[in-house]
């Protein structure tokens, strides 16, 4: 998924990634996917499965052949949601940022399949995205669906959510714009209400303060079933920027 800024004993500021480059096999499609399809949809450097190249600027209403709201999903898996909000709203220019290339290529095949046009996708670290090239105010939302929980104590501070990355997120949106989330670890939700707390500039959307009910727009994944048939209990949450 992402970087995180935290501090060394020394108090230096140093990066921690939130995801580890464990890249399953690559399907020959997939591969096909990247290699036909990145320079109509990719954003910056083709990914090579060996490094996280950094974004330049990016002209997004040229990327794009239009300009129209923004929103960024980060860490989108195999892309069924990013696919299929991209078919649903159409009037939204839909990024997708992810660093696994299986996943990236998933997800041009179904772009390539669905016609799609309003879809563009990165295989990037999207907290150094948000914190250096992003352009500020400009996204109508932002979503993490599932991030790796790092269920170990000692791991916590590999995830993504914490209040630096939270500062960035409200930089990036304009005012009303989303932040939306979710989640299959009851742990990490609440460590993701602790760390959105921090930040004066987001509402929580949920009357008791809380979680918000399902959305009815978001699409139910086979990631999000697999956690289910576990006995998993999912919470979603949404804040808008003031």
């Known amino acids: 998924m992402s970087e995180v800024?935290?501090?060394?004993?020394?108090?230096?500021?140093r990066a921690i990634r939130s995801f580890v480059r464990r890249e399953g096999r690559i399907t020959d499609a997939?591969?096909?996917?990247?290699?036909?399809?990145?320079?109509?949809?990719?954003?910056?450097?083709?990914?090579?499965?060996?490094?996280?190249?950094?974004?330049?600027?990016?002209d997004f209403a040229g990327a794009f052949?239009?300009?129209a709201?923004?929103?960024l999903e980060i860490g989108f898996g195999n892309g069924e949601r990013l696919a299929q909000a991209a078919a649903a709203h159409p009037e939204i220019n839909h990024i997708g940022a992810e660093v696994h290339r299986p996943g990236v290529g998933r997800v041009l095949q179904e772009v390539e399949k669905a016609g799609l046009s309003n879809v563009r996708v990165m295989c990037a670290d999207a907290a150094e995205f948000l914190r250096t090239t992003a352009p500020k105010g400009a996204f109508c939302e932002v979503v993490v669906?599932?991030?790796?929980?790092?269920?170990?104590?000692k791991h916590h501070k590999r995830r993504i959510i914490q209040p630096a990355f939270v500062a960035t997120v409200a930089e990036a949106l304009a005012p009303g714009g989303r932040f939306k989330l979710?989640?299959?670890?009851?742990?990490y939700a609440e460590h993701m209400l602790?760390?959105?707390?921090t930040?004066?500039?987001?509402?929580?959307?949920?009357p008791d303060g809380r979680f918000v009910p399902r959305p009815d727009d978001r699409p139910l994944t086979r990631f999000e079933n697999r956690g289910l048939r576990l006995g998993h209990e999912v919470a979603d949450l949404e804040f808008i920027r003031l």
């Open 5 to 13: 800024p935290v501090l060394d004993n020394d108090r230096r500021a």
């Open 30 to 58: 997939q591969a096909d996917a990247l290699e036909r399809l990145w320079p109509q949809y990719g954003l910056g450097p083709m990914p090579d499965g060996e490094h996280v190249h950094p974004l330049p600027l990016i």
């Open 65 to 67: 052949g239009r300009a």
């Open 69 to 71: 709201p923004l929103s």
């Open 145 to 153: 669906q599932f991030p790796d929980p790092w269920h170990k104590t």
């Open 182 to 187: 979710a989640t299959d670890w009851a742990p």
């Open 194 to 197: 602790e760390a959105i707390a």
């Open 199 to 206: 930040e004066p500039r987001l509402k929580n959307l949920s």
